[in-house]
């Protein structure tokens, strides 16, 4: 007698939108494996999905006009959509426009999305489970990873509303943080992205306690020191200039960390800074920046700035533009200033027309193009260390990759010739031939 082989059930799919920001990113990764460890499978598009989860971002409007659009169209082209991210705290809004929706909630809530998706579509009792990957389901590259080290943020700038979105500072275990870490490593991590709200301020909700059976403790300086002990580039990002920043240079010193800041000061103007709730003492700022590339020679310092704030004067945006050309800023973005509904900076006096705002941006740009461009050109000449992010191989015989002063998809890319050779996640030298305002070009070694 023989007995029929049995049949499995195949499990469900489960689509994903990402917005916003890296820390979003990271969500969406969390997502992923936490529905990938019950058995679902991933989807690369709508018509094999059986639910999307559309992760979404609510900082500025026009992040919230993408999301609500990404929304309609997930709605359009499957109809099982659950919401999720930053603009999910804003539920009713949703709803209102998207009665359809299976389910809605807010930003870093991971089990409410497993289980929206687990009763929009469950997983069959017999359905076969591969195991996740020791380092979760990854939606950057292999050779990169984000490394989220705390939620929420403690500042109450007068133009943001994260703090409502996200919460006040939630510092995660510094063991766990460098544990996860490791894991990237070993599963093909070279360069590990540190993230957070305020990278500067990870620990402070924990007392800077020690943790683990190592004793780390849950301080910004000893975290990094631990990282750059792994082997992989270690880069920070949003890091508020506190005094003990200082103390991050030197590790960059030693080598342990990038020599690469992302430091978001919005402004220069002391009387702008002080409308925003942010530190204003412009000159000392200059001060440590000029002592930082004296310890460190080749730093990049990389910012976001917010022209055409309530009460900005043509003399406030004058003074920024004199202290950008001082501070000689590598990377620079701007945002012209959007009134985000719940910000306090809302009901200041003095709004500036639009058109006066996105004129001070073009020549805002114009001017850190200028700077960029004089700053690169410098490097005409040297060898560089590149980490390698695409490859034409033997048919095209190009290669694009990143310096130590650039993170992914926001800065400059290095653009090589001859380097049929190189494979993506290589680290390779390079000899720079020539620079543009953005971008570096040269040759493999």
Request: charged share 25%; hydrophobic share 45%; glycine share 8%.
């Amino acid at each position: 007698m023989t007995t029929a082989p049995r049949t499995f059930a195949p499990p469900p799919r489960v689509g994903m939108v990402s917005l916003g920001c890296p820390k979003a990113l990271v969500d969406s990764e969390r997502i992923l494996s936490a529905l990938r460890a019950e058995g679902y499978r991933l989807s690369p598009d709508y018509a094999g999905a059986d639910v999307v989860v559309v992760n979404t971002c609510g900082f500025l409007d026009s992040a919230k006009a993408e999301s609500l659009e990404a929304i309609g169209e997930a709605l359009a082209e499957n109809g099982r959509v659950v919401v999720t991210g930053c603009m999910g705290a804003q539920a009713d809004t949703i709803r209102a426009r998207f009665p359809q929706l299976l389910a809605i909630t807010g930003p870093q809530q991971v089990d409410a999305v497993v289980g929206a998706v687990r009763q929009a579509a469950p997983v069959p009792r017999d359905a076969f489970v591969d195991l996740v990957p020791e380092a979760g389901i990854k939606l950057t590259p292999r050779h990169y990873s984000y490394l989220k080290i705390s939620e929420g943020c403690n500042h109450r700038c007068s133009f943001c509303i994260i703090p409502s979105l996200r919460g006040r500072l939630e510092s995660r275990r510094p063991d766990a943080i460098l544990k996860e870490a490791e894991k990237l490593v070993a599963a093909g991590t070279r360069e590990l992205l540190v993230i957070s709200q305020d990278t500067s301020a990870y620990g402070r909700d924990l007392a800077h306690a020690s943790f683990g059976t190592r004793g780390l403790r849950a301080h910004i300086t000893d975290l990094a020191r631990e990282l750059g002990k792994l082997g992989a580039w270690v880069r920070l990002h949003y890091v508020y200039p506190y005094a003990h920043v200082d103390e991050l240079v030197a590790l960059m010193a030693e080598g342990l960390l990038l020599p690469y800041l992302d430091i978001p000061f919005q402004h220069a103007s002391p009387r702008i800074l002080k409308a925003m709730r942010r530190p204003a003492d412009d000159a000392k700022v200059l001060e440590r920046i000029a002592a930082w590339r004296a310890l460190v020679p080749d730093l990049a310092l990389r910012s976001t700035f917010i022209l055409g704030f309530p009460g900005e004067t043509e003399a406030d945006f004058d003074h920024l533009l004199d202290w950008l050309e001082e501070a000689e800023l590598d990377r620079v973005g701007c945002f012209a200033y959007e009134a985000v509904a719940g910000a306090d900076a809302n009901a200041l006096p003095h709004a500036v027309p639009e058109e006066v705002k996105l004129e001070r941006r073009a020549r805002f740009m114009e001017r850190a193009a200028a700077i960029s461009a004089r700053r690169l050109k410098r490097k005409v000449g040297r060898t560089l260390k590149v980490i390698i992010d695409a490859a034409d191989g033997p048919e095209g015989g190009g290669a694009t990759g990143r310096s130590m002063a650039d993170a992914p998809e926001i800065d400059g890319r290095v653009l090589l010739r001859d380097a049929a050779h190189l494979r993506v996640g290589d680290l390779a030298d390079v000899r720079i031939e020539k620079a543009d305002a953005f971008d570096l070009y040269g040759v493999p070694c």
